[in-house]
């Protein structure tokens, strides 16, 4: 797997697909890998050249000592374009990665053709919340957090009906870096771009779950009244809607870029 070196941390990524097609690039969420975006990977390689990463802290990235902050997360992102010398990329990212997509909107324009923002919000949660996260997964590890995680991320049907994605999604949570999660939840608590969204002039596309209690429709709602020409999606999926929905997911996303 080829890393390379983005300020502080060693960032694992992945490529697929065509190098001379436009690219895409696809950002996880906390907790998960780049890995979580296989049913993407596997549909837009024919039509993209397909950037995926851990985000620092997870996966096979390194899990340089926190707290992590937003413009960190961002900048990863457009250093690791730099790393392969392209100049403009669409970018796809899921709850913490689609607070990175915003600040990469508000930050880096001129890098990106279009960004899309899925099951995220302007600020996730409070900043109490994710210290106390972070406070506890420093002392308990991730077992605490993993063994819960399938009711915030799926629903009850979908947990029901596919026991090995979510086991193997449980399982990569818990098997992650304490150190790495605990540092993005301290990125979360203080991330805040509500202020900023009236500066985007990126084509942003809102993927909103309608089942999902962690970043609500009314998130999306809130995103799409303030960044102009934004697009809302309400998807019938909870948290991680792109392995909930992934063909109605795929669909969106994809008439969305090649419009």
């Not at 996730?124 to 506890?136: F, H, M, P, S, V």
């Not at 009906?161 to 304490?178: C, F, R, Y």
């Not at 809130?222 to 669909?251: C, D, T």
């Amino acid at each position: 797997m080829p890393t390379f070196t983005s300020q502080d941390a060693e960032i694992n990524y992945q490529t697929f697909g065509d190098a001379t097609k436009p690219a895409l690039v696809f950002s996880n969420s906390l907790g998960t890998n780049f890995k979580m975006w296989q049913p993407q990977i596997d549909h837009f390689q024919q039509d993209f050249f397909v950037i995926c990463y851990d985000t620092r802290g997870h996966g096979a990235s390194s899990a340089p000592q926190g707290p992590y902050t937003l413009d960190q997360l961002g900048q990863d992102v457009v250093n690791l374009l730099d790393h392969l010398n392209i100049e403009k990329a669409a970018f796809c990212g899921i709850s913490m990665g689609g607070l990175t997509g915003q600040w990469l909107a508000i930050n880096k324009p001129e890098r990106f053709s279009h960004v899309v923002v899925c099951n995220t919000a302007a600020k996730i949660g409070q900043e109490q919340a994710w210290n106390e996260r972070a406070t506890l997964v420093r002392e308990q590890g991730l077992a605490p957090i993993a063994s819960t995680a399938a009711g915030r991320w799926f629903t009850e049907p979908f947990i029901q009906s596919n026991a090995a994605t979510v086991a193997t999604l449980s399982n990569d949570l818990g098997a992650g870096s304490p150190e790495g999660y605990a540092s993005c939840c301290e990125a979360l608590a203080k991330a805040d771009v509500r202020e900023q969204l009236k500066d985007i002039q990126v084509p942003v596309f809102i993927v909103a779950g309608q089942q999902d209690p962690v970043t609500t429709v009314a998130d999306g709602e809130f995103m799409q009244q303030r960044i102009a020409n934004a697009e809302l999606f309400e998807i019938n999926a909870s948290h991680i809607s792109n392995i909930e929905q992934p063909k109605a997911f795929n669909q969106a996303v994809q008439a969305f870029i090649q419009r």
